[in-house]
DNA sequence: TACACTTCCTAACAATTGTTAGATTTGACG
DNA sequence: CGTCAAATCTAACAATTGTTAGGAAGTGTA
């Protein structure tokens, strides 16, 4: 369908998000609009089912328009992918700053735990986007990427958790750290704002789940 | 697009995987064919990607001939999601019943809950199906009531487990449930075949966490 | 004013989609 | 064999998709 690429405006790739100081000014903000409008679809139908002509009368516009600012449909929707994965890596490594380097890395973790929740509940990201292995390919590596290095956070906290002598011996901290992610993630799909729970309640209650189980002492020992 | 929908061959919508003892015979296989070339796109793509010329393909037909055997794409896809749940919810009520009456009610949760990782893992379902916002609404409701009754097996368990006094108080059991659930299903995104972990390991380390947390006893009381 | 550059629009294109009507094949039974 | 229904195919349809070429506005500079 597409061969080759002819000469277009070029665009340096920029951050999008925190646009510096050096403002290049001028309708960037369109691109960053698009980017705003693209996410909020995806958000809402999954990263399928976002056409370019809705991403376009989203942003008051028509769909051809949108090929000024970006050279295909897998360029906006990787921009929103990283949108996502950013926002979420920014939101929690300022939790992690503010609960201060003098706290326990167990609070460290729930502030994270917390704040990744919120994140997820509040973009709605997770549960959409991370769903990796359905993104086209081409998609999936640059993704990837961002999303190890967003892991790496946790289990940072954990490894340091451990370091320290506060965690329990016999556990895969790779495991875990990937089961409570996943619970996190999944929390989306099942999670109501109307109900009785605030996301830190959630999430407080995971950290509850990994800091003693919901066992009785001395009922059936496991493992 | 589709406005009124005349005369069809009629095709009572029987159960599709048992077919009890009755075979209303001949090419219902075909049905059943095209059900089970559908999951397997479903899996491996997404429910969106799949399209009736593909399964049509898988199945040496052409798409023209499905409609002979559906009346639309939404029931295939219905037939894949109905095909799903009821498998897992047919495994983990078997896994159930082998551990036996007698047995306590957290040695059939873990039974329960590796027959459930098992399924995940080999039909690769949940995490592709389980998107169930991601589904157009008309799936969705009819899709939704598997998915509670599924989930009910797990809620008994639990509940079960609390009315003998194994569990600690405090717990939102619902919240633990579907965390649980939630962090085996997003097992699907990172889990590898060649790893040096079983699908029973990563459901035990689950059943460790719930067990006893990971946090050694007397470090940061938290809750 | 005119010029140049940026930004957006119009109008189409090729491809793919779900879907359908009608013809054709298949297979069992007389 | 012939007959009739079941099962599949052919060939198109309307709609929607990503994409593009070329033109039309907007916006500032000389």
Redesign the interface.
């Known amino acids: 369908m597409k061969i080759d690429r002819p000469a277009r405006p070029e665009r340096a790739t920029l951050p999008v998000e925190d646009a510096g100081r050096d403002r290049q000014t001028k309708a960037d903000k369109t691109r960053a609009r698009l980017i705003q409008v693209a996410k909020r679809l995806v958000q809402e139908?999954?990263s399928?089912?976002v056409t370019l002509r809705r991403i376009a009368a989203g942003a008051k516009m028509k769909a051809g328009s949108i090929y000024y600012h970006f050279d295909s449909r897998d360029e906006i929707i990787r921009a929103v992918l990283e949108s996502g994965v950013g926002g979420a890596r920014m939101a929690v490594m300022q939790a992690i700053d503010e609960a201060g380097p003098a706290s326990?890395p167990?609070?460290r973790l729930?502030a994270a735990l917390r704040a990744h929740l919120a994140y997820t509940l509040q973009e709605h990201f997770s549960?959409?986007l991370?769903?990796?292995?359905?993104l086209p390919k081409r998609l999936r590596d640059h993704h990837m990427k961002q999303e190890r290095a967003y892991a790496a956070i946790f289990a940072d906290l954990l490894a340091e958790a451990q370091k320290k002598?506060?965690?329990?011996s016999?556990?895969?901290?790779s495991?875990?750290r990937?089961?409570?992610?996943?619970?996190?993630?999944?929390?989306a799909?099942?999670y109501s704002p109307d109900g009785p729970?605030s996301p830190d309640?959630?999430a407080?209650?995971?950290?509850?789940?990994?800091?003693?189980?919901?066992?009785?002492?001395g009922?059936?020992?496991?493992?």
């Open positions: 139908d999954g399928d089912r326990s167990l609070d729930r549960s959409r991370k769903a990796i292995r359905r002598g506060l965690l329990r016999g556990f895969n901290l495991v875990v990937m089961l409570s992610m996943g619970a996190l993630t999944w929390v799909e099942w729970l309640d959630v407080d209650e995971l950290m509850r789940l990994l800091a003693g189980g919901i066992v009785e002492p009922a059936s020992p496991i493992g």
